[in-house]
């Protein structure tokens, strides 16, 4: 019997580009059908992440193909892709995760459920080359994913959201309750067999990117500090060296007075004590953001609240 695949798109103000996304990921969902590789249930899986356009209105219309959940405030794209995925694993045997701006090959889909009737139950799309990235944009991705690596995060290389889970999949990532979501960190920690599927990464086909700089670097931070306590050990091996080097201009002050000698000091005890004070503070932010994260874990609140589901049988 044929797997029913649900491909869950998240979305935030995305009215630019719906109408061809829906076009796009219903012909190739029919395409699997006739081949007889999904079964005719498949659906595509909208989720409005607070949109503040006509996103809603276009995902709300009728069509047999098309579930919409509506969340009642925005809640980040992470969250709004897992609660398309938490509505997907009762209904569905595989799903599929792909942004609505279409820079992801819809065609790749074929492939990753070819992985999947071959034993894998996580199949993850991997962008073989950024040629339609910008020189700045192409530079930080890579170094996102370097960084990461460096601080012990585990993440496949040039793989994002692009995804293929099976319901096994899908039922072990409903264990993982952390309220600070980088499931691109999440979806490795699951194990089970993986493989990857690789394809070209295309111009996005309208609007506006949601990931700017500062928002990227947020993103990258927060996955940092939801996986890995290295940058706090950074600190502590940082601390180390200030002390080390401290014990010896104590040293040295000491031995100058003794000898008689005079010196004024006054640029090297003012950069000291700008120095210090810069490292100690850098110490206290880091720190704190590790704090933060645990004040919002133990406070439980939910990741998402659905206001509304349109299309569900």
Same mark, same amino acid.
């Given at each position: 019997? =044929?797997? *029913?695949?649900?491909? !869950?798109v998240?979305?935030?103000?995305e009215?630019?580009?719906?109408?061809? @996304? $829906?076009? #796009?990921?219903?012909?190739?969902?029919?395409?699997?059908?006739?081949?007889?590789?999904?079964?005719?249930?498949?659906?595509?899986?909208?989720?409005?992440d607070?949109?503040?356009d006509?996103?809603?209105?276009?995902?709300?219309?009728?069509?047999?193909?098309?579930?919409?959940?509506?969340?009642?405030?925005?809640?980040?794209?992470?969250?709004?892709?897992?609660?398309?995925?938490?509505?997907?694993?009762?209904?569905c045997?595989?799903?599929i995760s792909?942004?609505?701006d279409?820079?992801d090959?819809?065609?790749?889909?074929?492939?990753?459920?070819?992985?999947?009737?071959?034993? =894998?139950? *996580?199949?993850y799309? !991997?962008r073989?080359?950024?040629?339609?990235?910008?020189?700045?944009?192409? @530079? $930080?991705? #890579?170094g996102?994913?370097?960084?990461?690596?460096?601080?012990?995060v585990e993440?496949?290389?040039?793989?994002?959201?692009?995804?293929?889970?099976?319901?096994?999949?899908l039922?072990?990532?409903?264990?993982?309750?952390?309220?600070?979501?980088?499931?691109?960190?999440?979806?490795?920690?699951?194990?089970?067999?993986?493989?990857?599927?690789?394809?070209?990464?295309?111009?996005?086909?309208?609007?506006?990117?949601?990931y700017?700089?500062k928002?990227?670097?947020?993103?990258?931070?927060?996955?940092?500090?939801?996986?890995?306590?290295?940058?706090?050990?950074l600190?502590?091996?940082?601390? *180390?060296?200030?002390?080390?080097?401290?014990?010896?201009?104590?040293?040295?002050?000491?031995i100058?007075?003794?000898?008689?000698?005079?010196?004024?000091?006054?640029?090297?005890?003012?950069?000291?004590?700008?120095?210090?004070?810069?490292?100690?503070?850098?110490?206290?932010?880091?720190?704190g953001?590790?704090?933060?994260?645990?004040?919002?874990?133990?406070?439980?609140?939910?990741?998402?609240?659905?206001?509304e589901?349109?299309?569900?049988?």
């Amino acid at each position: 019997m =044929s797997a *029913i695949l649900y491909i !869950v798109v998240p979305c935030y103000n995305e009215e630019a580009c719906l109408d061809e @996304t $829906t076009r #796009q990921l219903q012909a190739k969902i029919n395409s699997l059908v006739e081949a007889k590789k999904i079964s005719p249930k498949s659906k595509i899986v909208f989720v409005d992440d607070g949109s503040k356009d006509k996103t809603w209105e276009l995902i709300s219309r009728k069509n047999k193909s098309v579930i919409g959940i509506k969340l009642a405030h925005n809640r980040g794209h992470q969250n709004a892709l897992l609660a398309g995925l938490m509505y997907a694993k009762d209904h569905c045997d595989i799903s599929i995760s792909i942004d609505a701006d279409l820079q992801d090959d819809v065609n790749a889909i074929d492939e990753m459920i070819k992985e999947y009737n071959d034993g =894998s139950d *996580i199949v993850y799309g !991997v962008r073989s080359e950024r040629k339609t990235d910008s020189f700045f944009k192409r @530079t $930080t991705a #890579q170094g996102f994913y370097k960084t990461m690596t460096l601080m012990g995060v585990e993440t496949v290389y040039n793989s994002a959201d692009f995804r293929l889970m099976s319901k096994r999949a899908l039922n072990a990532l409903s264990e993982y309750s952390e309220i600070n979501l980088f499931l691109r960190g999440i979806v490795p920690t699951i194990g089970f067999k993986t493989s990857t599927v690789s394809y070209s990464r295309s111009k996005r086909f309208a609007g506006e990117s949601k990931y700017p700089l500062k928002k990227m670097l947020s993103f990258a931070w927060d996955g940092i500090s939801s996986f890995s306590t290295k940058p706090i050990r950074l600190i502590l091996g940082l601390g *180390i060296i200030v002390f080390l080097v401290s014990l010896f201009v104590l040293l040295y002050s000491i031995i100058v007075k003794m000898l008689g000698h005079t010196v004024d000091g006054w640029t090297f005890t003012v950069c000291s004590i700008w120095l210090l004070g810069g490292i100690q503070m850098l110490a206290l932010g880091t720190v704190g953001e590790y704090i933060g994260k645990i004040y919002a874990e133990v406070k439980h609140r939910p990741r998402y609240i659905i206001e509304e589901i349109v299309g569900a049988e």
